[in-house]
């Protein structure tokens, strides 16, 4: 028996995401499965399955640096389809939170990020998503100006753009529950 | 038994239809819809994606208001706000310590039993009977093809409705309309979802696929429950396509007698009229 097997390790990539979210990446056996039914994948840099082998191998750049974790849908075919039960698209969840914590993610994610943070934005001053106002402010972090101008006038002329939002009465309340999570696990 | 209306943020700006319809539907099915008094968002996938916390707990203050406000069930006809309110609670119930955590986030304390939170399947599916007791104006020879896409049925294990591979319960309610539903092949394939405008092309190929495959297979129209399914697929058809794509409540709601304009059909960018005539 070498010593080793006694002495405290630092935790494993994998380890460390099971402890955190109860899923366990070290399950997946590289069928693939994930990958044929993801809808994204042509978007992506690595394919959902490469991304759960380079959690196990403790390759912690490349996944939280990855596209992948930026297009993935949450359209939860992948964890729907498991043949080891492994809820991928819930890794990919806490993969994003964790790139984002560490500053790394992909600068392809760019647009994405500038929409997330959008309407998380809007949601946080009013208790509801205004989406005029959410569109804006995303078009500015974008500097995405001209895309969709053709659609805007048809969308207000059927009463789909609402200029003024909607807000929750005790705007408070969520905006206490914004600062209370923020920055946890 | 007293049922909150959770309308979503979708339903007061571009799904103002679908809130529309809802409401007709409702009045002419005689249902009692309390609206929850002020719910806020469900984060959508923008608070699950990005914190985890954040996520549970946006979804906590609508059900524990819900609660507090004596309502014994909830209806969220946005499929996003159904699943994140189904996905959050049962977190919550399955864990003491998440319970905690959430509660002290929203500072109010979460009801000891499950709220039960139905969508827009779900809500309809009871009233079957009903509805096809109200049809007054059968819509005999419409074919329809009913789109699921992710929310209303993935992840299967936490939502527990319907098939997650071969669902059927949209067609149920769609053929007692006297539509007829085709069979297709995309009816739960995702339309991209949330990157409309972050990721516009992503959106314009999924929904391509959906809109040829529907078509080839007869469809007149393209029935959804979904607001962004409808978004997307409404508003990034490819040129050429003009498939109409309607919420399930404005089909049922076309057949039960109510008047196309106030089921909002005038809203949508595909053009309806010529579909329902």
């Known amino acids: 028996m070498s010593a080793h097997h006694d002495a405290p390790h630092e935790k494993t990539f994998a380890e460390d995401l099971a402890a955190k979210t109860g899923i366990d990446v070290r399950k997946c056996y590289q069928c693939g499965k994930c990958t044929a039914g993801c809808p994204m994948v042509p978007d992506m840099d690595y394919t959902p399955s490469q991304i759960m082998r380079l959690v196990q191998i403790g390759n912690r750049d490349a996944a939280l640096g990855s596209t992948t974790i930026w297009f993935c849908a949450s359209c939860f075919t992948c964890s729907t389809r498991c043949p080891q039960e492994v809820k991928i698209a819930e890794v990919m969840d806490a993969l994003r939170e964790r790139a984002l914590r560490e500053k790394k993610s992909h600068p392809k994610a760019r647009k994405i990020l500038a929409f997330l943070k959008s309407f998380l934005g809007s949601v946080r001053r009013t208790g509801r998503l205004h989406e005029v106002g959410m569109v804006m402010e995303y078009k500015t972090r974008a500097r995405d100006f001209f895309s969709d101008v053709l659609l805007a006038p048809a969308m207000f002329l059927r009463g789909k753009l609402k200029l003024l939002s909607k807000s929750v009465k005790d705007r408070q309340a969520v905006a206490r529950i914004f600062e209370r999570t923020a920055g946890r696990k | ?277």
């Open chain 2, 1 to 277: 038994m007293a049922t909150g209306y959770f309308p979503g943020c979708s339903l007061e700006g571009t799904a103002a239809e679908f809130d529309m319809s809802i409401r007709c539907l409702a009045q002419a099915l005689d249902l009692e819809l309390r609206e929850i008094d002020d719910w806020n968002c469900c984060g959508a996938s923008a608070a699950h994606q990005t914190n985890h916390l954040l996520g549970l707990a946006l979804p906590a203050r609508t059900i524990a208001l819900a609660a507090a406000q004596g309502l014994e069930e909830i209806f969220a006809p946005c499929a996003a706000c159904s699943n994140r309110l189904i996905a959050a609670q049962a977190e919550w119930l399955g864990d003491a310590g998440v319970r905690a955590e959430v509660e002290r986030a929203i500072d109010m304390a979460l009801p000891a039993a499950p709220v039960p939170v139905r969508n827009c399947i779900d809500f309809l599916l009871p009233h079957i009977e009903k509805i096809k007791t109200a049809v007054t104006r059968p819509l005999a020879g419409k074919k329809v093809a009913c789109y699921y896409g992710c929310l209303l049925v993935r992840p299967p294990k936490v939502l527990a409705f319907d098939d997650p591979e071969n669902p059927t319960s949209m067609e149920t309610v769609a053929a007692a309309t006297g539509a007829e539903p085709v069979a297709w092949g995309f009816r739960t394939e995702c339309c991209g979802a949330a990157f409309a405008m972050s990721s516009t092309a992503s959106v314009e190929r999924l929904c391509e696929r959906i809109l040829v495959n529907a078509k080839a297979e007869g469809a007149h129209m393209v029935i959804v429950a979904c607001p962004l399914c409808h978004a997307n697929l409404d508003m990034r058809q490819p040129k050429g396509m003009a498939l109409p794509v309607l919420y399930l409540t404005q089909l049922v709601g076309l057949a039960v007698g109510v008047a196309p304009k106030a089921l909002g059909l005038k809203k949508h960018i595909t053009p309806v009229a010529a579909a329902i005539a």
